[in-house]
């Protein structure tokens, strides 16, 4: 199994900075996103602080439905909400014409309160519970994916009861290695996720004669993080085949969800580019006749997020570890996948200084509680700030209270104004639901 992290020479810090056109450093005010300063929004909201740039957001969805229309392929974009989930997010992409893919009531509730209609929410899953498929049929949900003949059975019970026609797609599993990260791919065999190919046709052709559902289509996710096209060619290659199998045997197949995963460079590796990917769709869909929709996350959000700490103190102990006031339980994607993520000083003078290698930690008590080894940066002195960069997917929605810590603030940067979009958490409210019995 291929690892998610690049493991080319580390790029420098001018080399983060080139790469990135969202971020820039100004000699007075320090590093900007989308010509606001990082350091700004940190003395008006504190650190640790996630910070969302809505033009990159904006440019991203751009991109992606640009190169499908370049291709002539339309394509339906439903922004997988888990990568990022706040109202404001949603709302922009559903500003954009995007739909949602959720994966929860909680995500579904999200979704519709963003003003996203029901109807372009498409639910996905490997376990959805009776009240979770109650409410979102209830509510007149879109699309289900369904991904075993057990949830088949389910739904069709809970919508013959409702007296409503679920659109179901079933979810293939291609058996295909994304190449990525062993704990974000899903489309082998081996993993929980999907149906296997031959069981398929029988599971379509039961589906289509049972209330409460309709097979609309085949779906698919193979992963996350995907860098080259190929694992997409074997897989969609799959589902097209699949697809003319099912009409063959007289099913009416008129979807086909391909999925997400489109990698993105954390380490200036080059990310999938869309254009590359829209052209692998065409050629695998040509002459297919369905209507095509997609469910990206990271691509659209994570290159416009960063999340800022604050040094507390460097420590010489041997090694020189500079310890921050973020942590892992805001940002997981280090202490869980060993993700590499970039940093850069806030200060432009500490940008300009000499480097040399730290280690650095976020304040919990635990090892894993690393964001970086042996990574070139300037002193920063306490109280200087730091931006880990490409923060904006599997973020804040990945982070925890572990140690008691408050949930981090968040502030989305528009046309050069910034707009606080999740205070702080009081500690207060860390317990103040908590009950002590007796
Ligand atoms: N659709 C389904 C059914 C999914 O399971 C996922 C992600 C997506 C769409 C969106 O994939 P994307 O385009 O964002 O790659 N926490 C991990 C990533 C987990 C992805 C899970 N599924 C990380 O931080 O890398």
Known sequence: MADMNFTGPEPRLEDLLAARKQLTMHAQDGLCLEGVPLNAIADAFGTPSWVYGAATMRARFAALRDAFAAEGVPMHIHYAVKANDHLAVLSLFREQGAGADVVSIGEFMRATKAGIAARNVVYSGVGKSAAELETALGAG??????????EIEMISAIASRLGVVASIALRMNPDVDAGTHAKITTGLAENKFGIAAADIPALYARAAGLPGVRPVGIAMH????????????????????????LREAGQSVDVFDIGGGL?????????????????????????LGVRLMMEPGRYLVGPAGVLLGSVILEKQAGKRFLVL???????ARPAMYDAWHGILPLDAAAYRSATMP????????????????????????????VALLDAGAYGAVMSSAY????RAAAVLVDGGRFHLITPRQEIEALWAEEIIPG
């Open 141 to 150: 949900v879109g699309q289900i994916n369904v991904e075993s003949g057990e």
């Open 222 to 245: 193979i992963g996350s993080q995907i860098l080259s096209t190929e694992p997409y060619r074997l897989a969609y290659e799959k589902g097209a085949a699949m697809i003319r199998a």
């Open 263 to 287: 990698g993105i460079g954390y380490q200036d590796e080059p990310g999938l580019s869309p254009h590359a990917f829209a052209a692998t769709v065409k050629q695998v869909t040509q002459g």
């Open 325 to 331: 006031d973020a942590a892992m339980n805001d940002l």
């Open 358 to 385: 730290a280690d650095v930690v976020g304040p919990i008590c635990e090892s894993a509680d690393q964001f970086a080894t042996d990574r070139l940066l300037p002193e920063i002195k306490p109280g200087g700030r």
């Open 403 to 406: 140690n008691s810590r408050p």
